[in-house]
């Protein structure tokens, strides 16, 4: 078990209780604050991950999202909602959060994102690709992306995705597969955060389009997806 700080934003006293609670009983080190400016005061001491209600009293959740993420591009931000809108999930995600779970909150299922996004081994875990995709290079011992000397800004998850596709250029990998070796071995639940992730990832690497040749991430259908240089470079 990874013990870290974590630090819990919800103004329901049953709710945030409850979590608290079942944290702390998993040995982690639990702050509890109701509002966003609580929040962000409490942020500035540093945590390792933030469960995030959107729906706070003072200030937007979303706001508090993109102000953490601002001011500790590292922590790993989980966005609490009520509210199963996918657009609340979208905006809060484009915001800088890199997960979401949905109320009422099952705590097997919050244990396992924890541990998942805890794991800071995950793409240790998978075996090294020193070969060029095209002119992106991965450098796996710094965790950094190049594309021909320009680096690629990425977020931890969206770099265990890259790297773990890069394992196997042009090879197909399934959603399941995908969902183990980044997030957990035990997931269960959506596996739309794999979707958002991509997006992002494709995102990023388009950006870097006019700098070289950058692989896409093609979609199966029904299956997963493949990490490819485009045919005709
Ligand atoms: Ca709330």
Redesign the pocket.
Known sequence: MVTARLLVV???ATIGAALQASLRAHDHDVTWERTGRGALRAAESGADLVLL?L??PDLDGVEVCRKLRTFSPTTVIVILT?RTEEMDVVVGLEAGADDYLTKPVRLAELHARVRAHLRRDAAASTPSPCAPVGDLVLDTAARRVRVNGHEIPLRAKEYDLLARLAVEPGAAVSRQTLMADVWDEHWFGSTKTLDVHVAGLRRRLADYAEAGVVPAIVTLRGHGYRLEVPTGT
Do not use: F
């Open positions: 919800e103004d329901d209600d729906g706070l009520a």
